[in-house]
T-cell receptor
């Protein structure tokens, strides 16, 4: 089983749509969780940390279910600029383990 | 906003040659990392570094790799004898803290092409 598993997509959605990404992780000792975004041939950029109680940052909402080892990201009111690959990332110690990413394409 | 910087942006080398990839982490960060991403694949952890020592390394980080902080600002990754399969994007990252919730910030990467 992959350490961090994501649906690769692509998710093709119209502007203004709501889209949700899911991620599962295999290591129950994982300490912290993040969503990064990566544009084509660029570096991963931290989008948000994911807290056990769930957290929101503008149009983005992240949820964590430790019992199910499941992380989600919800994007509301999608913009063209949201088109990117979204990386689910878990941390144990100082080592980040990345999922393969879910590609999002927002169309006009 | 402070950023991690990396040089060069693209490095082309012949198989068997040594390469040194350079990074300048964010100035008040104490923890430094190297990751790599082979084209079309996921980002993979190579090594973490703190207080002039390696703190963790992955199976990828074998004897042909080494890291160094030669002065107060640079953090380098050396590949001693490059192989074709070392062709990848190499990202440097830094963080202020360690352990849980250490938010790591990535540089723009060095694209290494081994011919």
């Amino acid at each position: 089983r992959k350490e961090v598993e994501q649906d690769p997509g692509p998710f093709n959605v119209p502007e203004g749509a709501t889209v949700a990404f899911n991620c599962t992780y295999s290591n129950s000792a994982s300490q912290s969780f993040f969503w990064y975004r990566q544009d084509c041939r660029k570096e991963p950029k931290l989008l948000m940390s994911v807290y056990s109680s769930g957290n929101e940052d503008g149009r983005f909402t992240a949820q964590l279910n430790r019992a199910s080892q499941y992380i989600s990201l919800l994007i509301r009111d999608s913009k063209l600029s949201d088109s990117a690959t979204y990386l689910c990332v878990v941390n144990k110690g100082n080592m980040l383990t990345f999922g393969g990413g879910t590609r999002l394409m927002v169309k006009p | 906003e402070p950023e991690v910087t990396q040089t060069p942006s693209h490095q082309v080398t012949q198989m068997g040659q040594e390469v040194i990839l350079r990074c300048v982490p964010i100035s008040n960060h104490l923890y430094f990392y190297w990751y790599r991403q082979i084209l079309g694949q996921k980002v993979e952890f190579l090594v973490s570094f703190y207080n002039n020592e390696i703190s963790e390394k992955s199976e990828i980080f074998d004897d042909q790799f080494s890291v160094e902080r030669p002065d107060g600002s640079n953090f380098t990754l050396k590949i001693r004898s490059t192989k074709l399969e070392d062709s990848a994007m190499y990202f440097c990252a830094s963080s202020r803290t360690s352990g849980a919730f250490n938010e790591q910030f990535f540089g723009p990467g060095t694209r290494l092409t081994v011919l």
